[in-house]
């Protein structure tokens, strides 16, 4: 069992800034990667950016690019989504979840995970 806990979320201004966190516990030896998806209501689950556990390699889709950046602290068992130039449109429940290491090398899926956390609201104000 790994266990993932959110936390950051909030009521900010467009243009600012947000930290998110994703604490991970458990069984985090059969983690392979982490990865934090986004979602509104009536839109499909939407891959925003994942991590390697222990090697620390990042993906992060198109529109996250430039100003979203997933990190892990080494010392603890979190990993961060630092969001920069909020828009409303990035207003979403923001997931993290963990995965194992799989054949297809590629983990941007819903499939790809199988332990989700609760979720954290974000909303962005115009």
């Known amino acids: 069992q790994v266990r993932l806990v959110e936390s950051g979320g909030g009521l900010v201004q467009a243009g600012l800034s947000l930290r998110l966190s994703c604490t991970a516990s458990?069984?985090?030896?059969?983690?392979?990667?982490v990865g934090w998806f986004r979602q509104t209501p009536g839109k499909e689950r939407e891959f925003v950016a994942h991590?390697?556990?222990?090697?620390?390699?990042?993906y992060t889709a198109d529109f996250a690019k430039g100003r979203i950046t997933i990190s892990r602290d080494n010392g603890q068992n979190t990993v961060y989504l630092q969001m920069n130039s909020l828009k409303p449109e990035d207003t979403a429940v923001y997931y993290c979840?963990?995965?194992?290491?799989?054949?297809?090398?590629?983990?941007?899926?819903?499939?790809?995970?199988?332990?989700w956390g609760q979720g954290t609201q974000v909303t962005v104000s115009s």
């Open positions: 991590i390697t556990w222990l090697d620390r390699d990042t």
């Open positions: 979840a963990a995965g194992p290491l799989n054949f297809s090398r590629t983990y941007f899926s819903r499939d790809d995970y199988h332990y």
């Open positions: 458990g069984r985090t030896e059969s983690i392979y990667t």
